[in-house]
């Protein structure tokens, strides 16, 4: 079994809009939504959603106003700012800025704090006409999208060795931060989408450092290579100093978009275009390499 | 007071960038070029880019403290692993191992207080740095860049959003990561007012469902452009009508725009429907500073 990634480092690439077309080009795969932030994989699988389960997220601190003191020893040992002074000089806590680590809770000489662990997140097993996907819902706002795509890629690969599944593609965040090392951990491949623009470019060597730091082999795709030829030369050029193998250049193509409006992956809404033989091309690549 | 404005989207590419560079050509000239750009988008900070005479004027280290185990003063009683609610550190006391993952690590002190043998002391960790730049007509970039392979975009954020304290400007726009987790909540809480740039189609109007609701979480008002507003799907309007949230501006897709903005000239040349459509939305946003 093999595990690809696909990520950008810049959003808008076209991450989302490229796995759900080599999900369509490789039948036998488990899908992997690891945007948890703002998965939009599922807009285009059409899930049938088969299980449901909820995420224990992180702790998050709140004082009982009636037992506590004011003595303040909260307010000193918080690293997050969290604790402060309300209008009426209550001490309370910012839910949002509470890091969850409990340090308040266990010092509380009043045992006035107590905490709650966030269960806004939800992560699903599903059934969609390219096979199995995994994929998520985070609750706006809320911390630990890491150890959801963790848990999310955990399940992926269990489900991938019951099935006997060849391959599990997962859909990464933008970024380089925890949300995509913890996409990119354990993956025998990563792709990455580099559409022709120097934020593009400068984004994408970002994670190429990230994923060889891994030890994992990277790949590139160039994607609306026609926007900018100049730009698009440079990509080339630049990853051959980075000896990243280019996969293939696909054209700017307003279809994406109307194949997107109709929940459709490019490769199925274009079969028989450029574009899509590309697709194919870049699959078999990743998958005899 | 500085005007603290936000630029988010939940959607990567949507056009936050493009939009804040261009806000910030805009308000300085009508703000006598006391308005400041932070780059929040700490994992791929590329604001600066758009300003090829940038120069950087000063930068600085993002540490945090990291505790270390002195193995010859631990008892290996575990107390601070029961204090850790990151899983951050190892005991396996027959062996007399002690040892703190630093990745896992989110320095919250919990582990030293635990402590009652004085066996954990601290080291300051980089995770990356803050980088002003000036050369530009404004008040110029302040940049956060988190180290690669640093899993902690949000004290970035918060460093860099310390870091202005001490400034003396008419408005401050930040430039967002995208997403909706704890790095956007870092940013665009105890802002003014949030611009949220959207694309009209199915991935543009889900992720902008998502970051409204985050909004609405936190308080903070807000109004939303359309960018490659002719490039999609009508349903983003309904969306809006529905639950009455003001567009701010439409931005039309050009290819010859996406061609400037590619090369990272966002200087001159741009489609005067686009610049026009930018200008509209820096008197708007404006005007609201007045009106707070």
């Given amino acids: 079994m093999k595990e690809i990634t696909v990520i950008s480092?810049?959003?808008?690439?076209?991450?989302?809009?490229?796995?759900?077309?080599?999900?369509?080009?490789?039948?036998?795969?488990?899908?992997?939504?690891?945007?948890?932030?703002?998965?939009?994989?599922?807009?285009?699988?059409?899930?049938?959603?088969k299980e449901t389960h909820t995420f224990e997220g992180g702790w998050t601190a709140s004082i009982q106003q009636e037992k506590c003191s004011g003595c303040n020893i909260c307010e000193e040992y918080c690293r997050f700012d969290a604790i402060f002074r309300d209008d009426n000089n209550r001490l309370v806590i910012d839910g949002f800025k509470c890091e969850g680590c409990r340090l308040c809770e266990r010092l509380c000489p009043s045992k006035a704090i107590k905490s709650k662990r966030s269960n806004s997140s939800r992560w699903y097993v599903s059934e969609t006409r390219f096979g199995i996907l995994v994929h998520a819902e985070m609750g706006p706002g809320e911390e630990n999208s890491g150890k959801l795509v963790t848990l999310v890629k955990e399940n992926a690969r269990e489900l991938a060795t019951r099935s006997g599944a060849k391959m599990i593609l997962t859909d990464g965040p933008p970024g380089t931060g925890c949300p995509t090392i913890a996409a990119v951990a354990g993956a025998d491949a990563v792709l990455v989408v580099i559409e022709p623009s120097i934020t593009s470019m400068h984004d994408a060597e970002r994670v190429i450092e990230l994923v060889r730091g891994f030890g994992i082999p990277v790949y590139a795709l160039l994607n609306k290579s026609?926007?900018?030829?100049?730009?698009?030369?440079?990509?080339?050029?630049?990853?051959?100093?980075?000896?990243?193998?280019?996969?293939g250049q696909i054209p700017f193509d307003e279809g994406v978009v109307e194949a997107m409006i109709e929940g459709l992956s490019f490769l199925e809404y274009a079969p028989d275009s450029g574009a899509s033989s590309i697709i194919r091309s870049v699959w078999m690549q990743l998958f005899s390499n | 007071m500085a005007l603290k404005i936000a630029i988010a989207s939940g959607k990567g590419g949507t056009g936050k960038t493009t939009t804040a560079v261009n806000l910030y050509h805009h308000l300085n000239r009508m703000h006598g070029g006391n308005v400041l750009l932070v780059d929040c988008d700490v994992e791929e900070p590329n604001g600066v880019l758009f300003f090829p005479d940038a120069m950087e004027e000063t930068s600085s280290l993002v540490t945090m403290e990291i505790p270390v185990i002195d193995t010859s003063k631990c008892t290996f009683c575990r107390r601070c692993v029961e204090f850790c609610e990151f899983n951050a550190i190892l005991v396996i006391p027959p062996v007399k191992f002690a040892e703190v993952n630093q990745s896992q690590c989110h320095s919250c002190g919990a582990c030293q207080v635990a402590c009652d043998h004085e066996a954990i002391w601290v080291k300051d960790q980089t995770i990356g740095n803050i980088t002003r730049y000036s050369g530009i007509t404004g008040a110029g970039i302040v940049e956060g860049n988190l180290k690669i392979g640093s899993a902690?975009?949000?004290?970035?954020?918060?460093?860099?959003?310390?870091?202005?304290?001490?400034?003396n400007n008419d408005i401050l726009l930040f430039d967002a990561p995208p997403g909706t987790s704890c790095p956007v909540v870092e940013t665009v809480s105890d802002t003014d007012f949030g611009v949220l740039v959207a694309e009209p189609t199915p991935f543009g109007l889900h992720d902008l469902k998502l970051m409204v609701a985050l909004l609405r979480k936190l308080c903070?008002?807000?109004?939303?452009?359309?960018?490659?507003?002719?490039?999609?799907?009508?349903?983003?309007?309904?969306?809006?009508?529905?639950?009455?949230?003001?567009?701010?501006?439409?931005?039309?897709?050009?290819?010859?725009?996406?061609?400037?903005?590619?090369?990272?000239?966002?200087?001159?040349?741009?489609?005067?429907?686009?610049?026009?459509?930018?200008?509209?939305?820096?008197?708007?946003?404006?005007?609201?500073?007045?009106?707070?």
């Fill in chain 1, 9 to 49: 480092g810049k959003g808008g690439t076209g991450k989302t809009s490229i796995t759900a077309s080599l999900a369509a080009a490789g039948p036998g795969l488990v899908l992997c939504d690891g945007d948890v932030d703002a998965a939009d994989l599922h807009l285009i699988l059409g899930p049938d959603v």
């Fill in chain 1, 226 to 247: 026609d926007l900018n030829p100049r730009i698009s030369k440079l990509v080339e050029s630049q990853l051959e100093v980075y000896s990243v193998p280019l996969l």
């Fill in chain 2, 152 to 167: 902690m975009q949000t004290m970035v954020i918060r460093s860099l959003k310390k870091s202005l304290h001490s400034n």
């Fill in chain 2, 220 to 292: 903070i008002p807000f109004g939303v452009v359309i960018n490659k507003a002719d490039l999609g799907s009508p349903e983003i309007y309904e969306y809006l009508g529905t639950e009455g949230i003001e567009i701010l501006a439409e931005i039309p897709f050009s290819r010859s725009f996406a061609a400037i903005y590619a090369s990272g000239e966002l200087q001159s040349g741009i489609p005067e429907e686009i610049d026009n459509g930018y200008f509209l939305l820096a008197r708007k946003l404006s005007e609201l500073r007045v009106t707070v």
